[in-house]
């Protein structure tokens, strides 16, 4: 399975970050994987913002809950991330992947990702 991230790399503050992961290779309705998002800041750890099920259940990370949301595209085979209000803390490299609910958190890139895209929170 391959997955490739796209959206705008330079978000200017109070905006909304869109981003699309467009998966190929397999299906987001594959039984038993977990469609996520993940960010890595300079010099900081692997952040699991959350998921999207197979089934289409979601969780978001308590910290995000309250400006973010997931979603999938069953007919384009893509998944979607949104985060509202965005200051410059959120410039980072945003990931999606595809693991198991085992691998999901692991400070480590378990599961198959995407290559990553740099977004910049800047006016």
């Known amino acids: 399975v391959q997955l490739q991230e796209s959206g705008p790399g330079l978000v200017k503050p109070s905006q909304t970050l869109s981003l699309t992961c467009t998966v190929s290779?397999?299906?987001?309705?594959?039984?038993?994987?977990?469609y996520t998002w993940i960010r890595q800041s300079p010099g900081k750890e692997l952040e699991w913002i959350g998921y999207?099920?197979?089934?289409?259940?979601?969780y978001i990370r308590p910290s995000y809950q309250s400006r973010t949301s997931i979603s999938r595209d069953t007919s384009k085979n893509q998944f979607s991330l949104q985060l509202k209000s965005v200051t410059p803390e959120d410039t980072a490299v945003y990931y999606c992947?595809?693991?198991?609910?085992?691998?999901?958190?692991?400070?480590?890139?378990?599961?198959?990702w995407g290559q990553g895209t740099q977004v910049t929170v800047s006016s």
């Open positions: 999207i099920s197979y089934s289409g259940s979601t």
């Open positions: 992947a595809r693991v198991t609910l085992q691998e999901y958190g692991k400070q480590y890139r378990a599961g198959s």
């Open positions: 290779g397999g299906s987001v309705t594959t039984t038993l994987y977990y």
